[in-house]
């Protein structure tokens, strides 16, 4: 079994929780070769109107978590981006917490597939809310960016302001 180095597995923890996700508020908590585990601690931001954890929280979760599962067996110089999203969900979610488990399912040169289950933490139990296969694209980091991770056009930078036409 191959592994992921020390100084990858924290990039990878650090990079998880960048932008959209930071918002959510999801976590890392466990990284190795072809698998990642997140967590998000539940509040009242993340439920609907009738007190369940929406489901849009349950699929970001879920399709960001197999994204580093991914992102664990490519190169440094390397993006992953979903390609295909399929989530069945088993029960409503209401716990004061979520895990999701990521694993990968196929890795080739251009594609993987992965599978994300997301947890309810319900006190001392767990209960499986969403199950999801998520096929994910290898492309060159140059492809999308210059390689760096900036903000693209149209996204604030440090001290910028980005304005909305038309608004």
Same mark, same amino acid.
């Given at each position: 079994?191959?592994?992921?180095?020390?100084?990858?597995?924290?990039?990878?923890?650090?990079?998880?929780?960048?932008?959209?996700? @930071?918002?959510?508020?999801?976590?890392?908590?466990?990284?190795?070769?072809?698998?990642?585990?997140?967590?998000?601690?539940?509040?009242?931001?993340?439920?609907?109107?009738?007190?369940?954890?929406?489901?849009?929280?349950?699929?970001?979760?879920?399709?960001?978590?197999?994204?580093?599962?991914?992102?664990?067996?490519?190169?440094?110089?390397? @993006?992953?981006?979903?390609?295909?999203?399929?989530?069945?969900?088993?029960?409503?979610?209401?716990?004061?917490?979520?895990?999701?488990?990521?694993?990968?399912?196929?890795?080739?040169?251009?594609?993987?597939?992965?599978?994300?289950?997301?947890?309810?933490?319900?006190?001392?139990?767990?209960?499986?809310?969403?199950?999801?296969?998520?096929?994910?694209?290898?492309?060159?980091?140059?492809?999308?960016?210059?390689?760096?991770?900036?903000?693209?056009?149209?996204?604030?930078?440090?001290?910028?302001?980005?304005?909305?036409?038309?608004?």
């Amino acid at each position: 079994m191959e592994k992921v180095s020390a100084a990858r597995v924290e990039f990878l923890r650090e990079d998880f929780r960048r932008g959209f996700v @930071r918002f959510c508020g999801f976590r890392a908590v466990e990284v190795g070769y072809g698998v990642f585990k997140s967590a998000l601690t539940v509040t009242d931001d993340h439920k609907t109107q009738d007190n369940f954890i929406h489901a849009g929280v349950i699929a970001t979760m879920s399709d960001h978590t197999a994204g580093y599962a991914a992102y664990t067996v490519v190169r440094e110089d390397k @993006r992953i981006l979903t390609i295909e999203f399929k989530i069945n969900f088993m029960r409503p979610a209401h716990g004061q917490a979520l895990i999701c488990r990521a694993e990968l399912l196929s890795q080739g040169s251009r594609v993987i597939v992965a599978q994300s289950t997301v947890y309810d933490v319900r006190g001392q139990e767990e209960k499986m809310v969403s199950r999801s296969t998520i096929t994910l694209m290898v492309i060159e980091a140059e492809k999308i960016t210059d390689g760096s991770r900036r903000p693209s056009a149209g996204q604030a930078g440090p001290g910028q302001e980005v304005k909305a036409e038309g608004l």
